[in-house]
């Protein structure tokens, strides 16, 4: 393995190759919660920019029937801003970024979660301006199309999901959305949220989290067509980052997907390391997040 480092040298200047990290969030989610990540890129030299897809962070959407006191007949019929977003303008908007950040140097490609579906996409794409793509416990669909398809297989079985869906407000169908009510009060729900997305953290840390959540997610984007080509996405160099304790995105699935992919393209298979943490735990262990982003040809 080569000494060469892509930290900054003692003069401050960063070197010619250096990376700048583009980060993808998931589901229900912005780039806020990409903070402690890009805090310890930053510590380590490195360049970020936390993308926000089409109708999330700042341009999200929290009707006054969502804030207290709730009234939630009223918002299970508001209409959503995100109804219709698809997968494609989720990969157009990041494809924007990196084309823009690529004139600076080498574009290393990040997704969380649901994230992987855009990150898949970008690299179908334009997979000449990627120089390394890593999924964290992302969804990188190869043998079926889609998240939404993968959760009928036995490998997703150990997930927590099925007491979240009391979260659920309107109907999705109509809505063109998953609209969940974050800010509930019932113990018994925001006990299973936290067991199945940050079952590490303090009680403290999850509403901390669960703060900077947002209500909708477009179902078009979780039902799309996200699988990856093999003469494009396949050619890029990729990391995947799996979480052994992840119980949205079990960790059975999570090998199942690298399988697939290696399988794909035999001869670029994923550089793969493990954290023992959950969905969303490892923004409270970002610093081993980042040592890994710094590191990426160990395996």
């Not at 990196?98 to 140097?105: I, P, Q």
């Not at 996409?121 to 793509?133: A, K």
């Not at 984007?221 to 949205?248: C, F, K, P, S």
């Amino acid at each position: 393995m080569s000494s060469v480092s892509n930290s900054p040298s003692r003069s401050g200047r960063r070197p010619a190759d250096a990376p700048t990290f583009v980060l993808v969030h998931g589901s229900g989610s912005s780039s806020f919660m990409w903070a402690p990540v890009q805090r310890e890129l930053a510590l380590l030299g490195h360049r970020s920019y936390a993308v926000d897809l089409p109708g999330h962070g700042l341009d999200a959407q929290y009707p006054v029937a969502y804030q207290a006191p709730q009234d939630l007949d009223a918002w299970a019929k508001e209409p959503s801003t995100l109804a219709g977003v698809t997968l494609q303008d989720n990969v157009d908007t990041v494809i924007d970024v990196v084309e823009r950040v690529s004139e600076h140097g080498p574009v290393v490609l990040v997704g969380a979660s649901l994230g992987g579906t855009t990150i898949t996409g970008v690299g179908n794409t334009i997979p000449d301006l990627v120089s390394r793509l890593v999924y964290i416990s992302a969804w990188s669909c190869v043998r079926l199309p889609s998240p939404v398809a993968y959760m009928q297989e036995p490998e997703f079985a150990a997930n927590l999901m099925a007491p979240l869906a009391a979260f659920n407000v309107g109907d999705p169908a109509e809505l063109g959305v998953g609209r969940a009510n974050y800010r509930t009060a019932d113990p018994d729900l925001l006990a299973a949220l936290k067991a199945a997305t940050i079952a590490d953290a303090t009680d403290e840390q999850f509403r901390a989290f669960l703060n900077i959540l947002q209500p909708d997610e477009s179902i078009a984007v979780m039902t799309a067509d996200a699988r990856a080509q093999a003469d494009t996405w396949g050619t890029i160099n990729r990391t995947y980052i799996r979480l052994t304790e992840d119980r949205t995105l079990p960790v059975a699935m999570q090998d199942r997907l690298i399988a697939e992919a290696d399988a794909l393209t035999p001869d670029n298979p994923y550089y793969v390391h493990s954290l023992d943490t959950s969905h969303v735990g490892f923004l409270l262990r970002a610093a081993e997040v980042a040592a890994i982003l710094d590191q990426p040809r160990t395996r």
